[in-house]
Nanobody
Framework: QVQLVESGGGLVQAGDSLRLSCAAS????????MGWFRQAPGKKREFVANIGWNGGSTDYADSVKGRFTISRDNAQNRVYLQMNSLKPEDTAVYYCAGSRRYYLSSSLNEYDSWGQGTQVTVSS
């Protein structure tokens, strides 16, 4: 497993942007599918975006398509989530996750490693 630490969360206004970062430890990071998930108060954790080993393939939840962009830097063992045009409904704790599968999956159960989360709050 890789150890994951998220950063970059904060309090912003609707329409603003934030960039989340996830730092991973371990020499096998480049063989992990990486994903971002989020959990709002009183709701289940949900898929946001994921990215394949070399960054060539990505997938997004419908609710964030066109606003969020996931990327990775395997040389730096980092994965990012650029969030633009933020909405109050994007408020949640955002989690970075890693999967040793070779395919993209939006299922939480497919992910083996999880970070501790970073809070994103969007005010209206």
């Amino acid at each position: 497993q890789v150890q994951l630490v998220e950063s970059g969360g904060g309090l912003v206004q609707a329409g603003d942007s934030l960039r989340l970062s996830c730092a991973a430890s371990g020499r096998t990071f480049s063989r992990y599918v990486m994903g971002w998930f989020r959990q709002a108060p009183g709701k289940k954790r949900e898929f946001v975006a994921n990215i394949g080993w070399n960054g060539g393939s990505t997938d997004y939840a419908d609710s964030v398509k066109g606003r969020f962009t996931i990327s990775r830097d395997n040389a730096q063992n980092r994965v990012y989530l650029q969030m633009n045009s933020l909405k109050p409904e994007d408020t949640a704790v955002y989690y970075c996750a890693g999967s040793r599968r070779y395919y993209l999956s939006s299922s939480l159960n497919e992910y083996d490693s999880w970070g501790q989360g970073t809070q994103v709050t969007v005010s209206s």
